[in-house]
């Protein structure tokens, strides 16, 4: 039985606190981390998965932009970046190339686009206020998830504005969410060690609760499986569980696998499928406030993302299309992905496809056939595999 193997495991006393709807604390959580029985604990975080979304799991049609990887910051894990505008493979797109992107795609039933950038230390700010409101006239209905929390407040100290500032005007041109990356490792040894020239853990967490304020709704990463320890992701997860308790506008947690290739820190190895599902599931049952947990199926591979679903994760992210942070630093998964190919992914792994929008409002139920959102010309022609 269940309970002899959670008995066994060593952490009986922790589904019980999970069954009394108990907050798991600090001491907990790297218990779950440091337990022998990977499977008891993802049957743990699986009961509340299943408990919040039955067999439900999410995916949008999103598109993923990133206008220019020129970037002053020297994060050590990053394969992306280049110090400067002369940098062998650095770029930077006009607002046409970037608008372009979007008008390339006037056949696909896009719900969202997502924006991130290197910190460009040359380029006036109207740069980002156009590049929204060029998006939103090429597509009026489209929601903009834009910027990273690590972004904003390098705009805020580069253009001379507060993070408040920077955000009212980002709104007012048509920003509708921040995504939720730069958020690395809260724990300051970790951070000065791998990304000490960028916005440290209380600013992101700042102009997180700002963007909440404002009434707009994000989503918090972590980045796992490098130099930091099991508490120090623990310690993450209990900041963002804080400020969800304070202001609710967190949407995802969202946790991304360390990948090492063409980077400062190649010679680490990348984490492993077992650290993978452990780090969701963990995640799952430490985030009692969180409604989702996304397995980002371009970090995790696509056949962990699926083992996801059953180890506390309940949303795929989506199609993606152009992402280049991942695949530069050895992603082999694809680059994109059809919504056919998605429903078809998650029903392999015995769950129920739902698409969303990025406030996660259904747009295609599971009752649906998975071709009711393909069109002529979408990528139906990606495999899954």
Not at 269 to 298: E, G, S
Not at 303 to 325: P, R, S, Y
Not at 331 to 345: F, G, H, Y
Request: with cysteine.
């Amino acid at each position: 039985m269940i309970e002899r193997r959670i008995a066994a495991a060593g952490i009986a006393d922790i589904a019980a606190k999970i069954d009394a709807r108990e907050r798991l604390t600090l001491e907990d959580g790297v218990r779950l981390f440091e337990c022998p029985d990977l499977l008891a604990v993802g049957h743990l975080a699986n009961r509340e998965r299943e408990r919040r979304h039955g067999k439900l799991t999410y995916y949008n049609f999103n598109i993923r932009l990133e206008a220019t990887n020129v970037c002053v910051a020297s994060c050590l894990f990053c394969s992306f970046a280049r110090l400067t505008p002369d940098s062998p493979a650095a770029y930077t797109l006009s607002i046409e190339q970037v608008l372009d992107k979007l008008r390339q795609r006037a056949h696909q039933p896009l719900t969202e686009v997502h924006v991130v950038n290197g910190l460009h230390p040359d380029l006036p700010f109207e740069y980002y206020t156009d590049m929204l409101r060029g998006l939103k006239q090429v597509r009026p209905g489209i929601h903009l998830k834009c910027f990273t929390a690590v972004e904003i407040a390098f705009f805020a100290d580069l253009y001379k504005m507060t993070d408040r500032e920077v955000l009212e005007k980002l709104i007012e041109a048509g920003l509708d969410s921040l995504p939720g990356g730069g958020a690395e490792i809260f724990a300051p040894r970790v951070r000065k060690k791998i990304s000490h020239d960028k916005a440290d853990a209380d600013r992101y967490l700042s102009v997180h609760r700002i963007a909440h304020e404002l009434g707009m709704r994000t989503n918090v990463t972590m980045l796992y499986g490098h130099i930091e320890t099991y508490e120090e992701r623990v310690d993450h997860m209990i900041r963002a569980r804080e400020l969800q308790d304070e202001t609710g506008g967190f949407q995802a947690f969202i946790p991304l696998a360390f990948h090492p290739d063409n980077n400062q820190m190649r010679k680490l190895p990348a984490p492993t499928a077992t650290d993978t599902l452990r780090t969701h599931a963990v995640a799952r049952l430490m985030l009692d406030n969180i409604a989702h947990v996304k397995a980002f199926w371009i970090a995790t591979g696509l056949e962990v993302a699926q083992q996801a679903l059953w180890f506390g994760a309940d949303d795929l992210d989506g199609t993606v299309q152009e992402e280049k942070i991942y695949h530069m630093a050895g992603a082999r998964t694809p680059e994109i992905m059809s919504t056919k190919s998605i429903r078809r992914l998650i029903r392999q792994a015995g769950r129920e496809p739902v698409e969303r929008d990025t406030l996660y409002n259904v747009v295609t139920g599971p009752d649906e056939p998975d071709e009711v959102r393909v069109r002529v010309g979408t990528l139906d022609a990606v495999s899954a595999s």
